[in-house]
């Protein structure tokens, strides 16, 4: 089951009365199931906030942000069940594991929360043991990894590994915030490549938020570009590139390095 993720005339506001900032003004933007759609935009202009207010690290001030049919912004019960099936993955995946767990601990907890969450009977240690084995088969990761500490991993090996762990919540949509911008060029290949493998064998959407231009004309299906905390354009990518219909998205286009 993988739903539309849709953001209805959001906004969200930092601090409070002289030193309010609104970051994200009013963005209504759909993610349709199975697509991968790229949000791009100078640097503070709201991608990265408009997707933490999907998972409830921002709070809307406004607006609404609905899974399907049900709202998962602002702190309703039941939401937060549902909020799960939106994960999100960060640039630095050092900071989103605990350090003191294990890269199977870690996957473990996952995918015992989707388990709570769809009311299914947890597996038992043993069939989750075999579970956490698949998923890092899936991200091209030998076994072993689960023993292993979250610090005793590169980049890009942690980046595989929070692709498991997001995978492991059987999630409807995949938040991407520049999963690819701390690693080596060699290593983004893969790992872009295994985000659409896995995309395309699972099926959820992805919310792939990238400074990198060339790359989004690549992996995306649709982009979106923000500015000022404002969605500015949205198409099919290769008219947005092609024909952008913006000045503002033309300047961007513009200062991408030639491939
Ligand atoms: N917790 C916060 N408190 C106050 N202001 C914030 C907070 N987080 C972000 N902002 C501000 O909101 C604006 C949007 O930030 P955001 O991180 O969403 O931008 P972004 O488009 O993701 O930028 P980048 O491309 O650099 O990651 C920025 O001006 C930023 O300074
Ligand atoms: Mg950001």
């Known amino acids: 089951m993988n739903d539309r993720l849709s953001f209805d005339s959001v906004s969200v506001t930092y601090g409070h009365g002289s030193s309010a900032f609104t970051a994200v003004d009013s963005v209504s933007l759909a993610l349709e199931p199975g697509e991968i759609l790229g949000l791009v935009g100078e640097s503070g202009s709201g991608k990265s906030t408009l ?5 409830g690290l921002a709070e809307p001030t406004n607006g ?3 899974l399907g049919d049900t709202e998962i912004s602002h702190a309703k019960r039941g939401a937060l069940r549902d909020r799960r ?8 995946p050092q900071s989103c594991f605990n350090p003191r767990r294990t890269i199977g601990q870690s996957i473990d907890e996952a995918l015992q929360a989707a388990h709570r969450r769809d009311g299914t009977a947890t597996p038992n240690a043993r069939a989750r043991k075999a579970e956490i084995q698949n998923l890092l088969g899936a991200v091209a990761l030998p076994g072993d990894t689960a023993l292993r500490m979250p ?3 590169s980049g890009g090996q ?6 498991a762990r997001a995978i492991a919540a059987k999630p409807s949509v995949i938040l991407a ?4 911008s701390a690693l080596d060029v060699s290593v983004q290949g893969a790992v872009l490549n295994l985000l659409r493998a896995l995309q395309r ?9 990238s400074h990198n231009l060339a790359v989004v004309r690549i992996v995306c299906d649709r982009v979106a570009v923000m500015r000022h905390g404002k969605l500015i354009e949205v198409g099919d990518t290769v008219s947005v590139m092609e024909q952008p219909a913006q000045e503002y998205t033309r300047d961007l286009i513009a200062a991408v390095p030639t491939l």
């Open 177 to 180: 915030d520049e999963i690819t």
């Open 51 to 55: 997707a933490r207010a999907a998972v």
């Open 64 to 66: 609404s942000i609905l």
């Open 158 to 163: 942690r980046q595989r590994v929070a692709l």
């Open 85 to 92: 099936r939106v994960q999100m993955v960060f640039q630095d």
């Open 151 to 153: 610090a005793q991993l």
């Open 201 to 209: 064998e699972l099926g959820f959407s992805v919310l792939f938020i």
